[in-house]
């Protein structure tokens, strides 16, 4: 069984202008943290394979309200 992933999308900040990027995140490790920023900041399986520039980034928000399989 594959995990469910959902999308987030990250606002960065770049020299006054804002940049969106889309990725996504396992339901699960969401799950593991109240706050989506300490996922992003503290889950070991995301900081693996996705890095993020805290010092730049303005918002980030779970856009899909229901999770799908991933590689979807």
């Known amino acids: 069984m594959s995990e469910r992933t959902v ?4 606002v960065l ?3 006054g202008s804002f940049h969106e990027q889309d990725i996504l995140l ?7 943290h109240e706050r989506l ?4 900041r503290e889950e070991m399986s995301v900081l693996r ?10 918002a980030a928000f779970v856009i899909d309200e229901e999770p ?4 979807t």
């Open 49 to 58: 394979r996705l890095h993020v520039d805290l010092d730049r980034l303005s």
């Open 13 to 15: 900040v770049d020299d």
């Open 7 to 10: 999308r987030v999308r990250l």
């Open 26 to 32: 396992g339901e699960e490790e969401l799950a593991r």
């Open 68 to 71: 799908s399989p991933a590689g």
């Open 37 to 40: 920023i300490d996922c992003l």
